[in-house]
């Protein structure tokens, strides 16, 4: 919301006993309700050029959604269709012939209908001429109309958002606007003082999770404690239906957002993107994406608030300058036992989260030292202060694969150079973790599916790969890995290897048959012993760690921390 002052307009004093006894809550709620930060949304998330924001009603927009839904069906029909036409085209009988011409007519039907589909949509919603004014088409891909649809659905609560801002106004000659607006948005922000403990943490967390190039750059102006209506209910009710998430610590992460996005958070929550929103720049899947280093959080922020300066808790009328400040957000979350994967897994495919998993950990090369990690006494949650390490060489690999060359050494150069990707890792891992799988055994990947495909660079011949357990010590592991994070191995004292696995590769047309051997260390350096003739292969690591979780319920959020340039 513009300030009143800038036009000469006197707004009412506030009556909220918390905006009353808090100037920096009111400095906050006056930059992210500035309008202007709807309008950018409108042109960068929904495609609207200019300054206005789009007019539209709630009950246009549901009818223009259900058109849409019904012309998402129609070309999934279609889809099907195709098919149906392709496998029809190869039968040249009489028969064939007829029942091609009769797909056909159904496949121009169907047309006909997403077309006469398409117009009436626009018609509701009015889409925007490009620079060469050429004709609106139809929607013809699936895709398409789920980008439209995600597109409206931001439009909705852009919408929603102003309605808030448009009530303010309305209200204005008997009420503050940034008080209606506080109320509106059914949170409580109270800010800590400096000389709060927990304030005097998350300085500590913020700062420790910076690089030391950047930390001159920043302060930390205040820090507000949010209680968002219900969402404190959502999450014990989880814990309720989840007892052993209930079981386990929980965290206080970091998560970093576009000025265009703070006040539909803090009035809607955190959320997860719907089913028909693109997958891409989701690269663990559609979740809630948190990390516990503030650096890879504050990379998320785009271009900063323009706050006014403070004078005697008020604005200083006397200059022009402001300060810029960033918002971030410190979420506790329930991670449960998160699934560890690398930045190599081929996850971008997979559209959903698999069945069964409480979240994922993307590991990193940096990482907050676990032994330094501290529990809240204010909010119970897990603050990852301890300093940020490099991983393999400060911290030690919690997992990590060696293995030998081929022998004896296959001819071609891609058998010399067997594939041991993540998908591979991931393979062997959950073998090892099969604990029917006894020492001696031996195990043949599956020739259907595309298992074998993680041991081999091509597939121009046909191979079969026997995997043998050779040996397991699981007498030095953590006896509850759950609590791994909370009670560490001294780094790199501990390194023990957990198995050892041979991998023998038979092409079948009675060629010569290779193998290699692979051994799973557990909390391993770089500069750790292996056993002779074993090679460290070092995972593909992100610069800092993701934690994803893919239930709305999993997260609420504790803090809003306003991180100001200087």
């Known amino acids: 919301m513009e300030s009143g002052a800038s036009k000469g307009v006197v707004f009412p004093e506030p009556r909220d006993p918390d ?10 709620l006056a930059a992210i309700t500035d309008v202007r930060n709807l309008q950018l949304a409108a042109q960068t998330s929904c495609g609207f050029a200019g300054g206005d924001l789009p007019l539209a009603k709630q009950d246009e927009l549901r009818d223009a959604l259900e058109k849409l839904i019904e012309i998402r069906g129609l070309l999934e029909e279609k889809e099907e269709l195709v098919k149906e036409i392709t496998t029809a085209s190869g039968d040249l ?63 909705s609560d852009i919408m929603e958002t102003y309605k808030m801002i448009l009530g303010a106004k309305r209200a204005l000659p008997t009420q503050n606007p940034l008080e209606y607006c506080y109320h509106a948005l059914q949170v409580r922000l109270a800010p800590l003082l400096p000389a709060d403990a927990e304030r005097q943490l998350i300085h500590r967390y913020f700062f420790g999770g910076l690089r030391s190039s950047d930390r001159r750059q920043y302060r930390i102006s205040n820090v507000f404690e949010v209680e968002r209506r219900g969402e404190t209910q959502r999450f014990n009710d989880l814990m309720v239906e989840r007892p052993d998430l209930k079981a386990m610590q929980t965290h206080l992460l970091w998560h970093g957002t576009k000025r265009t996005n703070l006040m539909g958070i803090l009035s809607q929550g955190l959320r997860v993107a719907p089913p028909e929103a693109p997958h891409h720049g989701y690269a663990y899947g559609k979740g809630l994406y948190f990390a516990n280093v503030a650096q890879k959080s504050m990379n998320y922020c785009d271009a900063p608030y323009a706050l006014p300066i403070m004078k005697d808790g008020k604005p200083d009328k006397t200059t022009k300058k402001t300060r810029e400040v960033h918002y971030m957000l410190l979420c ?35 990482n907050p030292d676990p032994r330094g990690s501290l529990v809240s006494p204010k909010c119970g949650t897990m603050l990852h202060v301890g300093q940020v390490m490099q991983t393999g060489v400060e911290l030690p690999y919690d997992r990590v694969w060696a293995k030998t060359e081929p022998n004896p050494t296959p001819f071609g150069w891609y058998e010399r150079n067997p594939k041991f990707t993540a998908e591979t890792q991931d393979y062997l891992s959950k073998l090892v973790a099969d604990k029917s799988f006894a020492v ?7 020739t259907t599916g595309k298992d074998r495909e993680h041991f081999v660079q091509y597939q121009y011949e046909q191979r079969t790969i026997i995997i043998e357990l050779v040996s397991r010590d699981t007498s030095d592991s953590t006896e509850d890995d759950d609590k791994a994070d909370t009670a560490p191995q001294k780094a790199g004292s501990g390194a023990w290897c957990e198995a050892t696995l041979k991998v023998t590769i038979r092409p079948e047309d009675g060629g010569v048959a290779y193998s290699y051997s692979v051994k799973l260390y557990r909390n391993t350096l770089k500069s750790s012993p292996l056993a002779k003739d074993f090679t460290l292969v070092e995972p593909a690591l992100s610069e800092y760690a993701e934690l994803v979780v893919y239930k709305e319920a999993q997260a609420r959020i504790r803090y809003v921390v306003e991180v100001e340039t200087v």
């Open 332 to 366: 506790e979350v329930s991670l449960g036992k998160p699934t560890e994967v690398t930045t190599t897994a081929a996850w971008g495919t997979d559209p959903l989260p698999r069945e069964g998993m409480d979240s994922v950990k993307a590991l990193a090369v940096h």
């Open 93 to 155: 009988s009489d028969e064939g012939a007829t029942k091609r011409a009769l797909l056909a007519t159904r496949h121009e039907a169907l047309t006909e209908k997403v077309s006469e589909r398409s117009s009436r949509y626009y018609e509701i919603m009015p889409c925007q001429e490009d620079a060469l004014a050429s004709s609106i088409k139809a929607f013809d891909q699936v895709d398409d109309v789920n980008v439209e649809i995600t597109r409206l659905r931001m439009l």
């Open 19 to 28: 905006l009353l006894s808090s100037p920096s809550v009111m400095a906050m």
């Open 440 to 446: 001696g055994t031996t195990h043949t990947v599956s």
